[in-house]
C-alpha cells in the first residue's frame, strides 16, 4: 500500500515523467539534428567537433575563436548545401532549461553538451560591435562578452518551419 502512494505521490510531483521541454524537440531520422518544435529552427545535435554515435555525442568539442566560428559555419553550410549559421543570442538562449537546476540544456536533445562559453552571430549595430557567448555550465547559465571570453563552443542552427517539426 505505501508503495502505492509513493508512486502516485511521484506522479504528481512529475518525477519521471516526460516533460513538456523535452517532448519540443524532435531529433531527425539520423539523430544528428534536432528541430524545436516550438521555434522551428533545426540545430545541430552536437557541439562541433563532437560526432552523433547512435546514442550520444562523443568527441571533443572545438574551443575556438569567434572569426573561426563564423569560417567552420560558412564550410559546413556549403558542403552540406544546408543554411547552418551561427545562433543569435537569442537563439542560443532558447536552449536553456527553466526550472531544472543542473540542466542547461535538455539532455536527451542535446546530450554531452560540454560545459563552456558557445558563441552567438556577431553583432553590427550602431554603437555594438561585439560577438557574445554564453556559457552552459554546472548549475549556471551566463552571458558574456566575446572580448571577455575569446575562446568558445560552437553549436550550428539553421532555419525551419515550426509547423512541419511538430510530433504526431
Same mark, same amino acid.
Given at each position: 500500500?505505501?508503495?502505492?502512494?509513493? @508512486? &502516485?505521490? %511521484? &506522479? $504528481?510531483? #512529475?518525477? #519521471?515523467?516526460?516533460?513538456?521541454?523535452?517532448?519540443?524537440?524532435?531529433? !531527425?531520422?539520423?539523430?544528428?539534428? @534536432?528541430?524545436?518544435?516550438?521555434?522551428?529552427? $533545426?540545430?545541430?545535435?552536437?557541439?562541433?567537433?563532437? @560526432?552523433?554515435?547512435?546514442?550520444?555525442?562523443? #568527441?571533443?568539442?572545438?574551443?575556438?575563436?569567434?572569426?573561426?566560428?563564423?569560417?567552420?559555419?560558412?564550410?559546413?553550410?556549403? %558542403? !552540406?548545401?544546408?543554411?547552418?549559421? &551561427?545562433?543569435?543570442?537569442?537563439?542560443?538562449?532558447?536552449?536553456?532549461?527553466?526550472?531544472?537546476?543542473?540542466?542547461?540544456?535538455?539532455?536527451?536533445?542535446?546530450? #554531452?553538451?560540454?560545459?563552456?562559453?558557445?558563441?552567438?552571430?556577431?553583432?553590427?549595430?550602431?554603437?555594438?560591435?561585439? %560577438?557574445?557567448?554564453?556559457?552552459?555550465?554546472?548549475?549556471?547559465?551566463?552571458?558574456?562578452?566575446?572580448?571577455?571570453?575569446?575562446?568558445?563552443?560552437?553549436? &550550428? @542552427?539553421? !532555419?525551419?518551419?515550426?509547423?512541419?517539426?511538430?510530433?504526431?
Amino acid at each position: 500500500m505505501q508503495s502505492r502512494w509513493l @508512486v &502516485l505521490l %511521484a &506522479l $504528481i510531483a #512529475g518525477i #519521471g515523467a516526460p516533460t513538456a521541454f523535452a517532448s519540443r524537440y524532435v531529433p !531527425s531520422a539520423d539523430g544528428t539534428e @534536432v528541430t524545436d518544435a516550438q521555434t522551428g529552427l $533545426i540545430w545541430r545535435r552536437c557541439t562541433e567537433g563532437m @560526432v552523433w554515435d547512435g546514442q550520444t555525442c562523443t #568527441g571533443t568539442p572545438l574551443n575556438i575563436v569567434h572569426s573561426s566560428a563564423e569560417a567552420l559555419a560558412k564550410r559546413e553550410a556549403k %558542403a !552540406s548545401k544546408k543554411a547552418w549559421r &551561427l545562433p543569435s543570442i537569442k537563439e542560443l538562449k532558447s536552449l536553456q532549461v527553466p526550472d531544472r537546476p543542473g540542466e542547461l540544456v535538455e539532455p536527451a536533445a542535446f546530450p #554531452g553538451t560540454p560545459e563552456m562559453w558557445f558563441w552567438s552571430v556577431f553583432i553590427d549595430k550602431p554603437g555594438v560591435i561585439d %560577438a557574445f557567448n554564453l556559457y552552459f555550465g554546472y548549475h549556471t547559465a551566463k552571458l558574456g562578452d566575446g572580448r571577455d571570453n575569446p575562446y568558445g563552443a560552437v553549436r &550550428l @542552427v539553421r !532555419s525551419g518551419h515550426p509547423t512541419r517539426a511538430k510530433r504526431k
